[in-house]
């Protein structure tokens, strides 16, 4: 399995990510990029991904249950490239691109290099009902979270919009971590151990911080800590 | 010809997506388009009883994807609108037997032949939902002004986008502005609010619509009605038009002159 997890290449391209998966049986290579996806869930969780599968010749059985398999663990597969004419037939009756804008791209991202608390993940909203962003670290989302949708990060949160969903700050156990939003209305809010809902608010909403205070879940005004 | 093809789904279910199939088919079908409507609720059909032709189905959209016959032989033509056609589900079977790509290779045959593709999808967000939107250009994605038909529909717009069949067109079904002024009923502004997405259709309350239904005559032929009115312009904008609309407000002259807004 080793040998064959040095046949996968990930690259960071405009849309997502590019896999090139090549030089061994499908099925010996399908079942290794599930290994690596499942190891490193949360690098993977929500991303766009392409895949380059060289001269492999797919049918529809194969394609289709290796996207299934990634949609389960909240990958979308939406290209694929291949040599191969049959391939790519199959990946247009699925309805999935055979090409991408920058098929060889130079850019390469690195992987899992990041240290808990400093690194985010960038998150363009809105996140919808059954949206689950999950990630060691902090996370912004630009756009609203609705309800139905749920956050969790080792680290803070912060919604540059409604956040009506569920969000966890601090999945890990930091008790410094906060959850910001332009409107903060989660369903549920957790940082650390702690849970809370939002209480019915009246008027007009204002961006607002909620933090951890000697054990309690506080919500504060934007303002307020801005004219300290 | 080429067709667009066009899938109704909801996720939550009794939000009025055959009933809207129904209806904006047969509103095109009467603009003089021509029309094909696909029941994708394989196992429980329903599309048929709504249009009347229940009585006239011999092949289904089964018999046509495993070859038991020609795909003519199962588009049922309806009386009143000679460019509309059914195909309808099996009621046999259940939504196994049908795959994506079985649909897009039927709607790649069918494009050929019609203006419009109408496809009912079945409620929920499994193998019948990403059936009906396999070969769909555009999706209308129905919602109720109720928080649970709302949540259910972010759930499916937010399902489009991941099967790049995005950006989803929004119907609000069965408002009563009477209930929205009182601040018993989720608002088209509330809705919007929520699921942010451009709205195509506002259809209001109306019991004709359940009457229509169990006649199998879509309102949509009757020019008296408000959701009828409702349907056509639906239609309209499906077919590139600006409709503004409809004042669902104001009810009758006698109230406005009273100075009811």
Avoid at chain 1, 98 to 111: A, L
Avoid at chain 1, 171 to 189: F, I, M, N, R, S
Avoid at chain 2, 11 to 19: C, R
Avoid at chain 2, 78 to 85: C, H, M, S, V
Wanted: glycine letters at 8%; a negative charge; aromatic letters at 4%.
């Amino acid at each position: 399995m080793a040998e064959t997890s040095s046949l996968i290449q990930i690259k960071g391209v405009r849309d997502g990510l590019l896999i090139t998966l090549g030089g061994a049986d499908w099925a010996d290579l399908a079942t290794a990029f599930v290994k690596n996806v499942d190891e490193r869930s949360s690098f993977f969780n929500g991303a766009r991904v392409a895949l380059d599968v060289g001269v492999n010749e797919l049918r529809v059985a194969e394609l289709s249950a290796l996207r299934d398999q990634l949609s389960e663990r909240g990958i979308a597969l939406w290209a694929v490239l291949s040599e191969s004419r049959v391939t790519e037939t199959t990946a247009q009756n699925l309805g999935l691109a055979t090409r991408i804008s920058k098929p060889r791209p130079m850019e390469v991202r690195e992987v899992v290099d990041e240290l808990p608390g400093d690194a985010a993940k960038w998150v363009k909203g809105p996140l919808r009902s059954g949206g689950r962003v999950q990630f060691d670290g902090n996370i912004v989302v630009m756009g609203d979270v609705n309800p139905g949708a749920e956050i969790v990060a080792s680290g803070s949160v912060i919604v540059w919009g409604r956040l009506r969903g569920v969000v966890h700050a601090g999945a890990q156990g930091d008790d410094q971590a906060v959850v910001c939003a332009l409107e903060l209305a989660p369903t549920q809010l957790r940082i650390a151990g702690e849970i809370a809902v939002s209480p019915k608010k009246q008027g007009k909403s204002q961006p607002e911080i909620a933090c951890l205070k000697d054990g309690q879940l506080v919500a504060k005004p934007w303002q307020d800590l801005t004219g300290r | 010809m080429t067709a667009k093809v066009v899938t109704v789904a909801s996720g939550k279910g009794g939000v009025g997506k055959t009933t809207s199939v129904a209806n904006i088919a047969v509103a095109l079908a009467s603009r003089g388009q021509k029309v094909t409507c696909i029941d994708g609720d394989i196992g429980l059909r329903n599309l048929d009883v709504i249009l009347g032709l229940e009585n006239r189905i011999v092949y289904d959209l089964v018999d046509v994807i495993e070859g038991r016959c020609r795909l003519r032989q199962a588009m049922i033509r309806d009386k009143r609108l000679p460019e509309l056609y059914l195909i309808p589900a099996a009621q046999t079977r259940d939504k196994t037997a049908v795959s994506p790509s079985d649909m897009v290779r039927l709607c790649d045959e069918l494009r050929q032949e019609v203006d419009w593709i109408i496809i009912d999808s079945p409620a929920g967000i499994e193998r019948g939902f990403k059936n009906a939107i396999a070969a769909a250009d555009r999706v209308l994605v129905m919602t109720n002004p109720e928080v649970s038909a709302v949540r259910d529909a972010d759930r499916v717009i937010g399902l489009l986008d991941a099967e790049e069949k995005g950006p989803a067109a929004l119907v609000i079904n069965r408002l009563d502005p009477a209930m929205v002024k009182r601040g018993d009923m989720l608002s088209v502004e509330d809705v919007l609010d929520l699921l942010a997405v451009e709205l195509i259709g506002i259809i209001p309350e109306d019991e004709n619509v359940i009457v229509a239904s169990n006649r199998g005559q879509p309102l949509a032929l009757d020019g008296k009605s408000k959701a009828g009115q409702a349907f056509q312009n639906i239609a309209r904008r499906l077919m590139g038009e600006q409709v503004p609309f409809m004042d669902l407000e104001s009810q009758n002259l006698f109230q406005r002159l009273l100075g009811r807004k």
